[in-house]
């Protein structure tokens, strides 16, 4: 009974959720942003590849 009240009064469960949360929040963030973010780069790159002769 006693180790029952202690996980019942345990947190850490719900930190790690919330920490997970957070990361994949981000993580989204960072993948749409990529999105959106890559055929501006890749341009960017071949102009700078012409310049070189490749």
């Known amino acids: 009974m006693k180790n029952l ?3 019942l009064k345990d947190n850490s469960g ?9 990361v994949s929040i981000i993580a989204l963030g960072v993948f ?10 890749n341009a960017i790159f071949n102009t700078v590849a012409g310049f070189f002769g490749n």
């Open 5 to 7: 009240l202690s996980f």
């Open 32 to 41: 749409s942003t990529q999105q959106q973010i890559a055929p501006k780069l």
């Open 14 to 22: 719900a930190t790690a959720i919330e920490y997970g949360l957070v």
